[in-house]
C-alpha cells in the first residue's frame, strides 16, 4: 500500500496522477489520512476530478511505500509524526523541494529501520479559482538510493513500471541540479515579484548574474558538476520557457504571506562571502 505524506499542489496531484493509472494511494495530513474532492485539468485534457475518502487503513504499518511532499521547512516535523508508526523496511520517498540532503542523512540516523530513497519531482502544479492545475507530465518522479536496502518493495516496483516514475542511481546529482535551477526562478520570481515564469525573460542579464553565482557556489559545495556553466544556463532558460505561463510556487507563498523554503535554497551559503545575490536572498 503507498502513502503520501503532504496533502498541498504535489501530494494531491501526484495522488490524482497515480488513481488516473489505477493505482491507489492514502493521503496523509497532519491530523492522519485525509479526504479530498476536488477538480482537476492535466495540461490540455478534458476536466478529471479527484476523490478520496479519508481511508484508513487496517493500521499504519500496512504501508510498504511513501512519498513525503511536504515542504523543507516541515520536513522533519511531518518524519517526527509519522515515521515511528512504519513498520522496519518501509520504503520512504523524501521529494521535497530545496536541499535537505543533511536533513534526510539525520532522519537516516533517526530511522535506521527505513530504506530512505530521495528524488525530485519535475511535474508543475497549482492549485486555480480551487482547480488543481497540472502541466506537462514528461519530466515525471525520480528517485533514488539514501539509506537502508535497495531492494524495492512491491509498491515501489509497482510504480517504477510506469511511465510516471523512474529509478535513477545518483540522486543526489538530480536535487542539486533542481536547487541550481529553483535557486535562480524561485529567488528572481519574488525579487521582480513577477506573475508568471516569462517575466524573467526581460531580465536575463540578472537571471545570468545569479545563475552563475549560484553555479559556483555549487561547485565550491560539491566539486565540478556534471555540465558546464553555458549547457546550464541554457537548460534554464528552456524551463523559463517552458512554464512560462506558471506563477511561481515561492512567489505564491510570498503573496499569500506564507512561509518559503529560501532556506533551502539560497539560505543553504550561509555566511559565506562572495555570494552578494544568494546572500540577498537568502532572506526570502
Known amino acids: ?132 492545475e497540472i502541466s506537462s507530465t514528461k519530466g515525471g518522479v525520480s528517485w533514488g538510493p539514501i539509506a537502508g536496502s535497495n531492494n524495492s518493495s512491491r509498491s515501489e516496483q509497482e510504480l517504477l513500471e510506469t511511465s510516471l516514475c523512474n529509478w535513477v542511481d545518483d540522486p543526489l546529482r538530480l536535487i542539486r541540479e533542481k536547487w541550481l535551477q529553483n535557486v535562480v526562478i524561485n529567488h528572481l520570481s519574488v525579487y521582480f515579484s513577477s506573475k ?16 552563475s553565482e549560484a553555479y559556483g557556489f555549487g561547485e565550491e559545495l560539491w566539486g565540478t558538476w556534471e555540465f558546464s556553466e553555458v549547457e546550464g544556463y541554457q537548460d534554464l532558460v528552456k524551463l523559463i520557457r517552458l512554464t512560462s505561463d506558471n506563477e511561481n510556487s515561492m512567489m505564491c507563498d510570498t503573496r499569500l504571506g506564507r512561509q518559503t523554503e529560501a532556506k533551502f535554497l539560497a539560505g543553504i551559503v550561509g555566511s559565506r562571502d562572495g555570494y552578494p545575490w544568494l546572500s540577498r536572498f537568502a532572506g526570502y
Do not use: W
Open 196 to 211: 508568471k515564469n516569462l517575466d524573467l525573460i526581460a531580465h536575463s542579464e540578472t537571471v545570468a548574474e545569479v545563475y
Open 1 to 132: 500500500m503507498i502513502a503520501i505524506i503532504g496533502n498541498g499542489c504535489v501530494g494531491k496531484g501526484l495522488a490524482y496522477l497515480l488513481n488516473d493509472i489505477g493505482i491507489e494511494v492514502t493521503l496523509l495530513g497532519r491530523s492522519g489520512p485525509v479526504s479530498c474532492d476536488q477538480g482537476v485539468k492535466v495540461s490540455d485534457q478534458p476536466l478529471g476530478k479527484l476523490k478520496l475518502g479519508a481511508r484508513r487503513s487496517t493500521a499504519t504499518e500496512d504501508f510498504d511505500l511513501v512519498l513525503v511532499t511536504v515542504k523543507a521547512y516541515s520536513l522533519l516535523e511531518a518524519a517526527e509524526q509519522h515515521f515511528p508508526a512504519f513498520s522496519p523496511g518501509t520504503t520512504v520517498v523524501c521529494l521535497t523541494n530545496g536541499y535537505v540532503v543533511p536533513e534526510i542523512n539525520e532522519l537516516a540516523k533517526i530511522f535506521p529501520q527505513l530504506t530512505l530513497r530521495a528524488g525530485v519531482v519535475r511535474i508543475g502544479f497549482k492549485e486555480n479559482s480551487g482547480c488543481l
